[in-house]
């Protein structure tokens, strides 16, 4: 854990901080709507995201930590870079995801492919969609070699008052029932500095976050067979 702890003060250290880079923190209700099923879920989870466009490009990163009885449970972190030498739209995608937990670490992932992009001028509006060959390194149970389709979306409006962004992944898994695995993650912001009266250096936002998963999230007891919809109770602060 110290290590990962390292590598996100080195990142936030050498990171040319812009507006796209925000912290968030979620109250899960997992335990509340499914009980003892998911009695080994943390309660909190830490976020940092970020993501900045270059004339190469763009690069993007986020960094879950989960925790659970005062420590931490479990981090996650998903690092993707875009290169784009041209005008065309399309543009290629590299990702890394992985993590480590207290039971052990994820199942590192490599990803490649080709993403297009849109937004609109203001970019209040935004909208990706990738395909993607997957590698699991640390595949015991089905293939190491898949395929994953990604599509990312962020909308503006209500004068700046309201944000909806989020993603969504399908991939194949043969370890699984049906042999795919579908994730989601929406969320919701009410962003504070739209109001009137309050101070435009007020990047706080009051929102929601709803993971929709499955064949994705391990219950206590059994596999990661089933559907779940899980909310939580939102803070994010972007700089």
Not at 72 to 101: C, D, I, Q, T
Request: aromatic share 16%; with cysteine; glycine share 8%.
């Amino acid at each position: 854990m110290k290590k990962i702890f390292l590598a996100i003060a080195l990142t936030l250290a050498t990171l040319q901080i812009s507006a796209q880079l925000n912290v968030q923190m979620h109250y899960d209700f997992g335990h509340t709507i499914y009980g003892g099923e998911l009695s080994n879920r943390p309660n909190w989870t830490a976020t940092i995201e970020n993501f900045k466009a270059d004339k190469w490009g763009s690069t993007y990163f986020f960094v879950d930590g989960n925790f659970a009885d005062n420590t931490m449970a479990s981090a996650y972190a998903e690092f993707s870079r875009e290169l784009r030498f041209w005008k065309a739209p399309l543009a290629v995608h590299l990702e890394y995801n992985g993590g480590v937990a207290g039971t052990g670490s994820y199942n590192d992932a490599y990803l490649a492919g080709v993403a297009w992009n849109w937004a609109s001028a203001d970019f209040t509006k935004t909208f990706s969609i990738q395909a993607l060959y997957r590698y699991l390194a640390r595949q015991t149970i089905g293939t190491k070699h898949s395929w994953q389709l990604t599509t990312v979306w962020g909308i503006t409006f209500a004068k700046g008052l309201c944000t909806f962004s989020g993603y969504a992944d399908l991939s194949h898994d043969n370890s699984v029932n049906g042999a795919l695995v579908f994730g989601s993650e929406p969320q919701f912001w009410f962003n504070l500095a739209a109001l009137k009266g309050v101070d435009d250096d007020c990047k706080l936002s009051l929102g929601t976050e709803v993971e929709l998963s499955n064949n994705l999230v391990w219950p206590t007891d059994g596999m990661n067979n089933r559907f779940y919809a899980i909310p939580t109770l939102a803070a994010k602060w972007t700089f």
